[in-house]
């Protein structure tokens, strides 16, 4: 079945450092969605990719979408204390990856 | 709005227990989803239903039961506990009545579970 891969799975940054997370897909995606989870929260949604190459950006956060559709990353620029949580990619049949631990010290 | 409730918050169980993990949404929604979440190992999904009558089975459903009598209800029903169902549960739902995921997945905030 659709496997959803996520690396790294673990970063502690300094605060004002970049941050990516990738995510990697076996087979072809319909979309691509990237939740947040902060430590002991629920996962919440961030947003939605479709078209193949798209690009969307949300601040200091910046979503890509492969031109194959297989692979997915987010960057953050200027990394926050706010921004620790993990992250989470979600493949078109409800595949979610392992998610990447975003730890940010101040 | 709620948005997606669960009940309880936190529970302990001891081996062969039985208990109902409880979710409600109150947004109308036709799919809703229950995830368990253990260390390492992200969010995998248990069961699923498209809409009240329909459930079907996600990557991990053995040991669970669910059904879906109203669009606003999907219990989770463990029927002989164990120590390997020691998790963090999730239920989710969202607009839209198919399984490929292009609807915003709304949470709920999770119900703890230890069994001993």
């Known amino acids: 079945g659709q496997q959803v891969m996520q690396i790294p799975q673990y970063q502690h940054v300094q605060e004002g450092e970049d941050f990516t997370t990738y995510c990697n897909s076996s087979?072809?995606?319909?979309?691509i969605q990237w939740y947040k989870q902060r430590p002991g929260g629920h996962p919440v949604f961030l947003i939605q990719?479709?078209?193949?190459?798209e690009v969307k950006k949300q601040k200091r956060l910046t979503f890509q979408f492969g031109e194959a559709k297989k692979n997915s990353s987010l960057h953050i620029t200027a990394t926050q204390t706010t921004d620790v949580g993990t992250y989470f990619c979600?493949?078109?049949?409800?595949?979610f990856g392992k998610g990447t631990m975003l730890l940010v010290s101040p | 709005n709620a948005g997606v409730t669960q009940t309880p918050k936190f529970q302990v169980l001891k081996t062969g227990q039985s208990m109902t993990l409880q979710c409600a949404q109150d947004?109308?929604?036709?799919?809703m989803s229950w995830y368990r979440q253990d260390p390492g190992m992200g969010l995998r999904l248990i069961h699923y239903?498209?809409?009240?009558?329909?459930?079907d089975q996600g990557e991990v459903p053995n040991g669970y039961n669910v059904s879906r009598s109203t669009t606003e209800d999907f219990p989770l029903r463990l029927l002989s506990a164990a120590p390997s169902q020691t998790s963090v549960y999730f239920c989710?739902?969202?607009?839209?009545?198919?399984?490929?995921?292009?609807?915003?997945?709304?949470f709920g905030p999770g119900t703890r579970l230890l069994v001993l």
């Open positions: 239903s498209v809409g009240a009558g329909i459930t």
């Open positions: 990719l479709v078209k193949s190459g």
């Open positions: 947004m109308n929604h036709e799919y």
């Open positions: 979600a493949g078109g049949t409800l595949t």
């Open positions: 087979t072809t995606l319909s979309n």
């Open positions: 989710a739902s969202s607009y839209g009545t198919g399984t490929d995921l292009r609807e915003t997945q709304y």
